[in-house]
């Protein structure tokens, strides 16, 4: 999907990882205005211009580099594509 390889969560996509090692996460979108201004975040976008919309963000390669940090994100999709985004 996408040209990456996708994690699914209950028939939903959750992670996409991208050759270049930037991710595509799903997430609530409830949330997405506080974690679009996220270091390395971005609204993800289906070629220039086009966003994907509320609650898909990309997240860039040097995320994925800290445990820490690529833990949180990949928690923070699981969580919203198993319906329990509401819990930290």
């Known amino acids: 999907m996408f040209g990456a390889i996708a994690v699914m969560v209950n028939d939903a996509m959750a992670v996409a990882v991208h050759q270049d090692g930037s991710m595509l996460v799903r997430v609530d979108p409830a949330q997405d205005a506080q974690l679009v201004?996220?270091?390395n975040a971005s609204r993800a976008q289906m070629g220039a211009g086009r966003?994907?919309?509320i609650g898909w963000i990309r997240i860039g390669a040097e995320a994925s580099k800290d445990d820490q940090t690529l833990s949180d994100w990949v928690g923070l999709a699981v969580r919203y594509a198993t319906g329990?985004?509401?819990e930290r």
């Open 37 to 39: 201004k996220s270091p």
């Open 51 to 53: 966003s994907m919309g």
């Open 84 to 86: 329990r985004s509401a």
